[in-house]
């Protein structure tokens, strides 16, 4: 399945770098032209080479995914770090807490 698009390289069409259409469009439904591959990032109508189907990006596009990735990765991973953090002190004194009532418990059974 190719998830690529396509949009109409024509200058004078309506739909030039205004819409993007899905792969299996060959011609463009406005003026007739012949459609090219552009890049998939909204707002992005870079051409792409057509013998590589499996890009669907575009070199600066793709970089910046790939930088949006990187960094919601590591702020997941600084979250974890800070949540555990404060997560074992806080089950420190659950945990002694807990054995406090359970001390209660026992000497009002006794």
């Given at each position: 399945m190719d998830l690529r698009k396509k949009a109409c390289p024509n200058e004078f069409c309506k739909t030039h770098r205004k819409k993007k259409f899905n792969s299996k469009v060959n011609y463009c439904p406005e003026c007739g032209?012949?459609?090219?591959?552009?890049?998939?990032?909204?707002?992005?109508?870079?051409?792409?080479?057509?013998?590589?189907?499996?890009?669907?990006?575009?070199?600066?596009?793709?970089?910046?995914?790939?930088?949006?990735?990187?960094?919601?990765?590591?702020v997941a991973k600084k979250g974890a770090q800070v949540a555990g953090f404060v997560a074992v002190p806080a089950i420190k004194v659950l945990k002694k807490l807990d054995n406090r009532n359970q001390v209660k418990i026992q000497k009002n059974n006794q």
């Open positions: 032209e012949k459609l090219i591959y552009v890049c998939k990032a909204h707002g992005c109508f870079k051409p792409l080479d057509e013998a590589e189907p499996e890009h669907s990006y575009c070199h600066g596009c793709q970089t910046d995914r790939d930088d949006r990735k990187e960094k919601v990765i590591y």
